[in-house]
């Protein structure tokens, strides 16, 4: 079924940038969506980014003009660039791939396929 793999988690101080990537090895008729999750501790997985094959973009709102997810279909790679970090968003980050048609959506039900994760740790 392939895999998603990520990479780019860390350490950062409040304000700060980590920049997270995902190498996507799933057939391009499963992945009409990809996207990325943040899961904070002792909570469920919600939608941070989210991309659709035709290139439509959803963010939360908790991250929008902080975060931006990217693709580079060369590399089979969708990266997340997070900015100004919080606290808040410290946890795991999971790469999504999806079968579904339209916008990609912020539901993780929505997603098939999930890497292992990614830590990201946020100090004050």
């Known amino acids: 079924q392939g895999q998603l793999v990520e990479s780019g988690g860390g350490s950062v101080q409040a304000g700060g940038s980590l920049r997270l990537s995902c190498a996507v090895s799933?057939?391009?008729?499963?992945?009409?969506?990809l996207g990325w999750f943040h899961q904070a501790p002792g909570k469920g997985r919600e939608g941070v980014a989210t991309?659709?094959?035709?290139?439509?973009?959803s963010y939360a709102d908790s991250v929008k003009g902080r975060f931006t997810i990217s693709q580079d279909n060369d590399k089979n790679t969708i990266y997340l660039q997070m900015k100004s970090l919080k606290a808040e968003d410290a946890g795991m980050y999971y790469c999504?791939?999806?079968?579904?048609?339209?916008?990609?959506?912020?539901?993780?039900?929505?997603?098939?396929?999930w890497g292992q994760g990614t830590q990201v740790t946020v100090s004050s």
């Open positions: 799933i057939s391009t008729n499963r992945r009409k969506y």
């Open positions: 999504a791939a999806g079968e579904g048609i339209g916008i990609a959506p912020l539901r993780a039900s929505a997603f098939q396929y």
């Open positions: 991309i659709s094959t035709g290139g439509s973009i």
